[in-house]
């Protein structure tokens, strides 16, 4: 690994899945194949842990899954070292935080309000997550791989290269180059040990936000948390598709091959039929 030096023996990597699993059954391969397959091959030290929001059923007026039975299946192939799924409540959001989950700023409609209140449950979630790591000894870690359960990863994880910029060069944050929309696309992250830190706990960022705004984004908040605490950030082409619930793909502005769009196009019909997941 160019430029990399650890303190002793292999890298030492952290990888942890947070949020919603509302399509497990649709990604899992991908996480194995394109997250994990690549750290066995290079070698490093890993240790993998997950938090995941349950719902009892899944209401999202921006995805359109109306009534979808929440089922936390898929989690059973994941070989993680700590796993907590926690039903997902409003009670379990500090208190400060809880009342920017309703229709309380001036241009909510219940699309914006409800898709607030999802980001605030998925940043619980990233949150407890980082309490997990913490239990697993985190100061040991010299790279952090925090993912979501619900994205089909296309690319193979580069780890010599990550390793490279976040070890040998004092990279903080490493995300994806597209969707940015203005700020800094979250969908998953690489991060030095800060940077991790930061990403991590950006749930208590969320009332000043709110507060200097009016309004709340995922990507202008992890921009804006980022600046505030002077990390260095990089980004990667590396691409990864929304799964939902439903089988739905959402479309992202990078191009897939003919194989790929097949699959996303077909995975919506086979869950429609009620037939089993693709191979």
């Known amino acids: 690994m160019s430029g990399v030096k650890m303190d002793a023996g292999r890298p030492r990597i952290f990888v942890g899945l947070f949020g919603l699993n509302r399509s497990l059954r649709w990604t899992l391969k991908s996480i194995r194949r394109n997250i994990f397959a690549p750290l066995a091959r290079a070698g490093v030290d890993v240790v993998a842990a997950a938090h995941f929001n349950m719902p009892p059923v899944i209401h999202n007026i921006h995805s359109g899954e109306t009534g979808v039975r929440h089922t936390n299946a898929g989690w059973p192939g994941l070989d993680v070292s700590a796993l907590l799924m926690e039903d997902q409540s409003a009670e379990t959001i500090p208190a400060e935080i809880r009342p920017w989950m309703g229709e309380v700023l001036s241009d909510d409609t219940p699309k914006i309000a409800q898709t607030r209140a999802n980001l605030i449950y998925q940043l619980h979630s990233l949150r407890r997550l980082w309490i997990l790591a913490g239990l697993l000894d985190r100061d ?74 009016g309004w709340l984004q995922a990507e202008s908040l992890l921009k804006d948390v980022a600046e505030a605490a002077e990390l260095k950030r990089e980004t990667t082409p590396m691409r990864a598709l929304r799964v939902r619930a439903n089988g739905a793909t959402w479309r992202e502005p990078f191009p897939m091959t003919p194989y790929q769009h097949l699959r996303a196009l077909a995975r919506k019909r086979l869950v429609r039929a009620g037939l089993p997941s693709l191979p």
Not at 160 to 180: C, F, K, M, N, Q
């Open 140 to 213: 040991r870690f010299d790279a952090f791989l925090l993912i979501r359960p619900d994205m089909e990863y296309l690319d193979p994880l580069d780890i010599d290269h990550v390793l490279d910029r976040i070890v040998g060069h004092g990279v903080d944050l490493i995300t994806p180059s597209w969707s940015e929309w203005s700020g800094l696309n979250d969908r998953f992250a690489f991060c030095s040990p800060r940077g991790a830190a930061v990403y991590a706990d950006r749930l208590f960022a969320v009332d000043g936000f709110c507060r200097r705004h």
